[in-house]
């Protein structure tokens, strides 16, 4: 029997049988008789390391690490201290000037300042233009008749002159205060109660003069009137109901104050116009009084 086979043969016997082998001369081998020993503890599951967190501390604070998972699980906390601040560098040089911005929105008006203190007067200024002539007054009461002078030496007559003075002329007013109510658009009469001499010229008509001779004539009047409130008043001189062109006069009025209405114009009447003074506003409603009128008429050819 060769070598190689007896330990092929060997080897099979003590692969069949470990006892045999190791106690059989062939099989003195290390392959066959190493004993196996008993099966040892099971090592430890393998550790997981994470970072949880990290904490600046403040500067010269001690740096740290804390576990706050388990020994298998391990989640560090850690905290670095922050360094310090350190010395402040050399100024740099100064930038470019920016682009000048927006204009900002204008800043509400403040108070009004104190009133300062009067100026010195003014020079005179020249004088102003003569104003109308004022109206015909009132004629006074007849003197008493003085005695009778002798009677003197007839002369011869004379030629005919021309005739002198006005061939009909009339008034009519008031001084009496005479409130009223407008109605927007439609004219009121204002109220002439007192009549003043007149010749060719009617009075019968209340409030009214009636021409009796065609012809040029002169129509004045004035008027003083307030408002109660703040609004516009218009005077004018009516024939037949209907405005004489040029004689209307209009004031936008401050309440509770007087104001004065002046108006003097030339026109032609035929015989039969029938003449009024009236009122009217654009607002309806308007309360006022007039406190004096006068309207007056002559003819002048």
Same mark, same amino acid.
């Given at each position: 029997?060769?070598?190689?086979?007896?330990?092929?043969?060997?080897?099979?016997?003590?692969?069949?049988?470990?006892?045999?082998?190791?106690?059989?001369?062939?099989?003195?081998?290390?392959?066959?008789?190493?004993?196996?020993?008993?099966?040892?503890?099971?090592?430890?599951?393998?550790?997981?390391?994470?970072?949880?967190?990290?904490?600046?501390?403040?500067?010269?604070?001690?740096?740290?690490?804390?576990?706050?998972?388990?020994?298998?699980?391990?989640?560090?906390?850690?905290?670095?201290?922050?360094?310090?601040?350190?010395?402040?560098?050399?100024?740099?040089?100064?930038? *470019?000037? %920016? /682009? +000048?911005? $927006?204009?900002? !929105? =204008?800043? &509400? @008006?403040?108070?009004?300042?104190? #009133?300062? *203190?009067? %100026? /010195? +007067?003014? $020079?005179?200024? !020249? =004088?102003? &233009? @003569?104003?109308?002539?004022?109206? #015909?007054? *009132?004629? %006074? /009461? +007849?003197? $008493?008749?003085?005695?009778?002078?002798?009677?003197?030496?007839?002369?011869?007559?004379? *030629?005919? %002159?021309?005739?002198?003075?006005?061939?009909?002329?009339?008034?009519?007013?008031?001084?009496?205060?005479?409130?009223?109510?407008?109605?927007?658009?439609?004219?009121?009469?204002?109220?002439?109660?007192?009549?003043?001499?007149?010749?060719?010229?009617?009075?019968?008509?209340?409030?009214?003069?009636?021409?009796?001779?065609?012809?040029?004539?002169?129509?004045?009047?004035?008027?003083?009137?307030?408002?109660?409130?703040?609004?516009?008043?218009?005077?004018?001189?009516?024939?037949?109901?209907?405005?004489?062109?040029?004689?209307?006069?209009?004031?936008?009025?401050?309440?509770?104050?007087?104001?004065?209405?002046?108006?003097?114009?030339?026109?032609?009447?035929?015989?039969?116009?029938?003449?009024?003074?009236?009122?009217?506003?654009?607002?309806?409603?308007?309360?006022?009084?007039?406190?004096?009128?006068?309207?007056?008429?002559?003819?002048?050819?």
């Amino acid at each position: 029997m060769s070598i190689f086979r007896d330990n092929f043969m060997c080897q099979n016997d003590c692969n069949s049988n470990f006892d045999n082998c190791c106690q059989n001369s062939c099989c003195h081998h290390e392959t066959c008789c190493l004993i196996p020993g008993p099966t040892g503890p099971t090592g430890p599951s393998a550790v997981s390391v994470n970072v949880n967190s990290t904490t600046t501390g403040a500067p010269g604070s001690a740096a740290s690490v804390t576990n706050v998972g388990t020994d298998q699980n391990v989640l560090l906390d850690f905290v670095i201290p922050a360094g310090f601040n350190g010395a402040t560098g050399a100024t740099g040089a100064t930038g *470019a000037t %920016g /682009a +000048t911005g $927006a204009t900002g !929105p =204008q800043g &509400i @008006q403040g108070p009004q300042g104190i #009133q300062g *203190a009067t %100026g /010195a +007067t003014g $020079a005179t200024g !020249p =004088q102003g &233009i @003569q104003g109308p002539q004022g109206i #015909q007054g *009132a004629t %006074g /009461a +007849t003197g $008493a008749t003085g005695a009778t002078g002798a009677t003197g030496e007839t002369g011869a007559t004379g *030629a005919t %002159g021309p005739s002198v003075g006005l061939t009909a002329y009339g008034g009519l007013y008031s001084t009496t205060t005479q409130s009223f109510t407008t109605t927007q658009g439609t004219p009121t009469v204002i109220t002439l109660g007192t009549q003043m001499p007149n010749l060719n010229v009617g009075t019968a008509t209340a409030n009214t003069l009636t021409i009796n001779e065609a012809g040029d004539y002169e129509i004045s009047y004035t008027v003083l009137a307030d408002l109660d409130n703040a609004g516009d008043l218009t005077i004018a001189v009516q024939n037949a109901g209907a405005d004489i062109p040029g004689t209307s006069q209009t004031i936008d009025m401050n309440g509770n104050e007087d104001d004065l209405f002046n108006k003097s114009i030339i026109t032609t009447l035929t015989a039969g116009s029938t003449i009024t003074l009236v009122l009217t506003s654009t607002t309806d409603s308007t309360d006022g009084s007039i406190n004096e009128a006068y309207l007056i008429i002559k003819k002048l050819d």
